[in-house]
């Protein structure tokens, strides 16, 4: 018999019985014949507490269980975690379990209970946590309080000991629109279809016509050779550079829905770089603050995508300005050949904008620069308020003067040939991936 006394509980049936037997024997004083029914619960209670005790610590290992949980967690979605417990007892055992999950996530209530679970059944339990911070996360002990059918005594098993999961950018996301478009369903994902305009494609091989091919890209001489109709293959222009930039300063910091622009940002970018690696271009990265901070050549080898990764997962912001003049003279001296530069930034005026734009102007000269920055979302309801008073007139005012200046932004860079994004958080993705097509479509880079 395996007696640790750490892990006996008594139960409510237990105590309930207790105090009848105290009951009956405090009124068997007065009333003699109540004495004889209180000795014989005495001891059918004493009895039935041991068989209690032999049922449930006869066997070494009554439950076996575990939490199946992901090697890692994806940022900001929902992640299925499944609890099992299986009842290796020969009777009928009532369940509780409670799952002991990271701290982060200030989860209390992760309990449910069975009255009856069949021997040698296995019964499955299953909820989900949405993480809202990359990083290590510390799962604790599953807790699993077994009862027999008299009820007096729980057991507790503690099963699925102590394990740490880290938390990567949003892995689910990049597999959802990479499956998305392999299946052709970008459409059903808010992701447009883009007429191409003009012949920026890239020769392939040469093939027999089948019906439905273009008669202006049949090869005569090929033709002539064959004996049959022959045409030129052509495929989208491919190994092109595209760079996604994050910036880290204390502008990014900002909240939205639980999670930080740059954990929006740093989402947008592993799917963007994923979608690019899929179309045979090379992605890179770049993320800088007050310094730059991480630098990875653009590549389009298969181990790319880790490698984001890897480097994504370890990015933090910081309460610092950012450092345009920096990031502008090291893409100008570092990147030579013409490459997509899609920079995720964010402002708080046209002022602060207009002080970063001369370095935007110098990137846009050598290369095809996307700046994307986002909408102020928490001024909207503001903005469509009804005023009651003075103060509420002027905060509505100051309010649509700073979403004012955000399209203003969008109009100043487009007058420079610059081309833009002024998006929310929760559209990033969608946003990114559709100006990325956009310029492939039309051959801009």
């Known amino acids: 018999m395996n007696l640790k006394w750490n892990s006996i509980f008594l139960s409510r049936r237990f105590f309930v019985c207790c105090i009848v037997?105290?009951?009956?024997?405090?009124?068997?004083?007065?009333?003699q014949w109540l004495?004889?029914?209180?000795?014989?619960c005495f001891f059918?209670?004493?009895?039935?507490?041991?068989?209690?005790?032999?049922?449930?610590?006869?066997?070494?290992?009554?439950?076996?269980?575990?939490?199946?949980c992901p090697s890692r967690l994806s940022n900001g979605d929902d992640n299925e975690i499944l609890v099992s417990v299986q009842n290796k007892y020969a009777f009928p055992m009532g369940l509780k379990v409670i799952d002991e999950v990271p701290i982060q996530f200030q989860a209390r209530s992760l309990n449910w209970d069975r009255s009856i679970v069949a021997p040698g059944k296995t019964d499955l339990f299953n909820y989900t946590l949405r993480p809202t911070k990359r990083g290590e996360y510390d799962f604790g002990v599953?807790?699993?309080?077994?009862?027999?059918?008299?009820?007096?005594?729980?057991r507790?098993?503690?099963?699925?000991?102590?394990?740490?999961?880290?938390?990567y950018p949003s892995f689910l996301q990049m597999r959802k629109y990479e499956i998305a478009?392999?299946?052709?369903?970008?459409?059903?994902?808010?992701?447009?279809?883009?007429?191409?305009?003009?012949?920026?494609?890239?020769f392939e091989q040469i093939k027999e016509y089948v019906q439905g091919d273009d008669p202006r890209n049949i090869n005569w001489k090929a033709t002539a050779r064959k004996n049959e109709?022959?045409?030129?293959?052509?495929?989208?222009?491919?190994?092109?550079?595209?760079?996604?930039?994050?910036?880290k300063g204390r502008l990014m910091r900002m909240p939205f829905d639980g999670l930080t622009l740059v954990d929006y940002v740093i989402n947008a970018a592993l799917v963007i770089s994923n979608i690019a690696l899929k179309k045979q271009d090379k992605a890179g990265l770049i993320t800088f603050g007050n310094k730059l901070s991480t630098v990875l050549l653009a590549e389009k080898k298969p181990s790319q995508i880790y490698k984001i990764q890897e480097v994504l997962y370890n990015q933090r912001s910081k309460y610092l300005e950012s450092n345009f003049e920096l990031l502008s003279s090291f893409v100008l001296r570092r990147i030579r050949q013409r490459s997509l530069l899609l920079l995720y930034t964010n402002f708080e005026s046209f002022s602060s904008f207009k002080r970063q734009l001369p370095y935007f102007r110098t990137l846009a000269r050598r290369h095809l620069l996307v700046v994307i920055f986002f909408e102020n979302t928490g001024l909207k309801s503001l903005i469509e308020s009804n005023p009651e008073n003075t103060g509420e007139v002027y905060q509505q005012i100051i309010a649509e003067k700073s979403n004012y200046e955000k399209v203003m932004i969008s109009k100043e860079l487009k007058k420079y040939g610059i081309f833009s994004i002024l998006t929310t958080p929760s559209a990033l993705t969608i946003d990114s991936i559709n100006k990325y097509l956009e310029i492939k479509a039309r051959g801009m880079l």
């Open 142 to 154: 599953l807790n699993v309080f077994v009862t027999s059918p008299i009820k007096f005594v729980v």
């Open 35 to 40: 004495y004889i029914i209180a000795i014989f």
């Open 44 to 68: 059918l209670f004493t009895g039935l507490l041991l068989v209690d005790f032999f049922l449930l610590y006869s066997r070494r290992q009554g439950v076996v269980g575990e939490r199946i």
């Open 229 to 247: 109709l022959m045409v030129n293959q052509f495929v989208e222009e491919r190994s092109q550079p595209v760079y996604t930039i994050l910036d």
């Open 21 to 31: 037997l105290i009951f009956l024997f405090v009124f068997s004083y007065p009333i």
């Open 156 to 167: 507790r098993y503690r099963l699925s000991q102590n394990v740490k999961v880290p938390v």
């Open 181 to 202: 478009a392999f299946t052709n369903n970008l459409e059903e994902l808010g992701i447009k279809k883009i007429r191409r305009i003009g012949q920026t494609l890239e």
